[in-house]
C-alpha cells in the first residue's frame, strides 16, 4: 500500500451491489469496490470477465440495472460523464484521443486552462488569435505537471511524432492537469512494450506519491496490476471472485482457476 493512503478515510470511488444486465445476459452481478483516497487500485479478469462493463459503470457511460456508485460520498449512479469529471473525476482512453498537431506542451495547458480559466480558453478559441501568453502560476502548474511525468525533452515536440508510450502519458498528464481527485485508467499498457511499460509504472507510482489522487486502472498486464497497485479485485464471468493486495491474489486459487484452470498465477500466465 502507498505510504500515505489512508484506509480510515472514506471511499474516493465506490460501486455497491453494482449489476448490469444486457437483456438476458448477466455482465455484472453484485460487484462491489472501493477506491481508497490516495491508493492504486487494479481491476483484472480473463476476457469477457466485466472489465469494461464495469469501468463503463464507474465513468458514467452506462447506467446498472441495479447497485449504486459514489464519488466522495455523494451518489453519482445516474450522474452523466461530464457532471463526474466537474466533480472531480478524470479518465484515460485505451486509444489515446490527443490532438496530432498539438505538442505534449500545448495538451497540459489546454486542459489546465479547462480547470483554472475557462472564460479564457473559449476567448482564445473564439478569436482566433491562438493561446495567449500564459500567466506565470500557470506556466508553474504546467512545468510541474510536465516535469512529474518526465515530458520535459519532448514537451514541444508534436502528438504526431511522437510514439504510443509518450502518447499515454500525455494522456495522463492531461487528466492530472484538471486536478482531479480520481482517474480511471483504460487499459495503460495497451500496445505498449516492456521499456514502456515499466516507465508507465514508476511516473503512475509517482504521481499517486506526489498528487492528492486515487488510480483505478482496467488492466490486461496482470504482472503491471500486481506491480504497482495496493489493492487488486478479479472478476471472472460477471462476478467478483478475489479482492486483496497483490500477493493475496497471486496466492488466490479462485484466481488461478480463473485465468487458466491450473496451478499457475496471473503473474506467470503474463510471463509465458
Ligand atoms: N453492450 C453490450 N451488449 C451486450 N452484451 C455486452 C455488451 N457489453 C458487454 N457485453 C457482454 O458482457 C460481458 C462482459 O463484457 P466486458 O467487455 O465487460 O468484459 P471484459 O472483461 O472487459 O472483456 P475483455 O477483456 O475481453 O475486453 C461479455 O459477455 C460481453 O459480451
Redesign the pocket.
Known amino acids: 500500500m502507498s505510504a500515505t493512503t489512508d484506509v480510515s478515510l472514506p471511499a474516493r470511488l465506490s460501486a455497491r451491489d453494482v449489476t448490469m444486465r444486457?437483456?438476458g445476459?448477466v455482465?455484472?452481478d453484485n460487484v462491489s469496490i472501493d477506491v481508497p483516497p490516495r491508493s492504486v487500485v487494479g481491476l483484472v479478469?480473463?476476457?469477457?470477465?466485466?472489465?469494461?462493463?464495469?469501468?463503463?459503470v464507474l465513468s458514467g457511460l452506462l447506467t446498472p440495472s441495479a447497485g449504486t456508485v459514489t464519488l466522495d460520498g455523494t451518489d453519482i449512479t445516474r450522474t452523466s460523464a461530464r457532471a463526474r469529471a466537474r466533480r472531480g473525476m478524470a479518465r484515460t482512453f485505451q486509444h489515446p484521443e490527443l490532438f496530432t498537431t498539438l505538442t505534449v506542451r500545448e495538451h497540459v495547458v489546454l486542459a489546465d486552462r479547462v480547470r483554472h480559466s475557462g472564460a479564457r480558453l473559449w476567448t482564445d478559441a473564439i478569436t482566433g488569435r491562438g493561446l495567449r501568453r500564459p500567466p506565470a502560476d500557470e506556466t508553474a502548474r504546467v512545468d510541474s505537471l510536465i516535469d512529474a511525468l518526465g515530458l520535459g525533452p519532448i514537451a514541444h515536440r508534436r502528438i504526431g511524432d511522437l510514439p504510443l508510450g509518450s502518447c499515454r502519458l500525455v494522456e495522463v498528464a492531461r487528466a492530472l492537469a484538471v486536478r482531479p481527485r480520481l482517474v480511471l485508467l483504460d487499459e495503460p499498457s495497451s500496445g505498449l512494450d516492456v521499456t514502456e511499460t515499466a516507465e508507465l509504472a514508476d511516473v503512475l507510482q509517482q504521481v499517486v506519491a506526489t498528487h492528492d489522487v486515487s488510480l483505478l486502472f482496467?488492466e490486461?498486464d496482470v504482472e503491471l496490476v500486481l506491480r504497482i497497485c495496493d489493492s487488486v479485485h478479479v472478476?471472472d464471468f460477471?462476478v467478483k471472485i478475489a479482492a486483496g493486495t497483490p500477493d493475496q491474489i497471486r496466492e488466490d486459487p479462485a484466481v488461478r482457476a480463473a485465468y487458466l484452470g491450473a496451478d499457475v498465477t496471473p503473474a506467470q500466465e503474463a510471463q509465458s
Not at 47 to 53: E, I, P, R, V
Open positions: 444486457f437483456g445476459l455482465a455484472l479478469g480473463p476476457n469477457g470477465a466485466g472489465k469494461s462493463t464495469l469501468f463503463g482496467v490486461h472478476l460477471g
